[in-house]
């Protein structure tokens, strides 16, 4: 492959609106899996505080 045609092929793919509508859905799915990751680590801490509180109030209440 030469230079030439590499260069004409970047080209083309730069060009192609096909190309544009991909890399927009790659960036929109990018952000989607960043928030989700994002609301189930903070969603999981508080879920732990919140067994804690309730686990150290039950050991309150029996008295062990």
Not at 18 to 38: Q, R
Request: net charge negative; proline share 0%.
């Amino acid at each position: 492959m030469t230079k030439a045609t590499r260069l004409s092929g970047i080209i083309a793919f730069l060009s192609d609106e096909d190309a544009a509508t991909a890399i927009e859905y790659a960036v929109m799915l990018a952000l989607i899996i960043g928030v989700c990751a994002g609301s189930v680590s903070f969603l999981a801490t508080q879920t732990k505080d919140s067994f804690d509180t309730s686990g150290a109030a039950i050991n309150g209440a029996i008295g062990s």
